[in-house]
């Protein structure tokens, strides 16, 4: 069970991970040495799984191109649907794998270059797996918030042509 000040650390080290133990002693009261003790074992224990940034794709021109993708699958006898996550985390082009309730089974965030790269993916690659019995992609048109971070600052409006008869 975490303290209150761990979970702070957690959450400050979540918001912006490259503060140093100096800055994160100041606003948690903890010592510095406790807290790189405490990220060191954090890291060993898997709690701290990566260290990355956040970019916004949006603002570089470079053309990328998301897609959430429903999948219903057949759970394996003593394995449920943990046999088939594995296999699919395998893949790069699968950033996210969540087991879901509802409707479906496996929700997937993949990432292409184009369209055609990712429906060639689900086409290709995730359709024809033995033990997925249908998919449905919904393609990401924008991002506003990601992470709990806005991607489109308040001064940003969308420019829309005007339509007049």
Request: with cysteine.
């Amino acid at each position: 069970m975490l303290s209150k000040k761990d979970r702070r650390l957690l959450k400050l080290i979540s918001e912006d991970c490259r503060l140093k133990p100096e800055e994160l002693s100041v606003q948690t009261g903890l010592s510095p040495e406790y807290i790189t003790k405490r990220i060191k074992d954090w890291e060993n224990e898997k709690v701290i799984v990566g260290y990355q940034p956040m970019i916004n794709w949006d603002r570089t021109g470079d053309e990328k191109v998301s897609a959430l993708i429903e999948v219903k699958v057949l759970p394996q006898r003593g394995y449920g649907f943990d046999k088939i996550a594995k296999r699919l985390q395998k893949y790069p082009e699968i950033k996210a794998l969540f087991l879901m309730s509802g409707g479906y089974d496996l929700s997937l965030l993949i990432e292409g270059k184009t369209m055609q790269d990712v429906a060639l993916f689900v086409a290709e690659k995730l359709a024809p797996l033995e033990h997925v019995q249908s998919t449905a992609t919904h393609f990401v048109l924008r991002r506003y918030k990601q992470d709990g971070i806005e991607l489109m600052g308040e001064e940003e409006t969308l420019q829309r042509l005007v339509v007049s008869p």
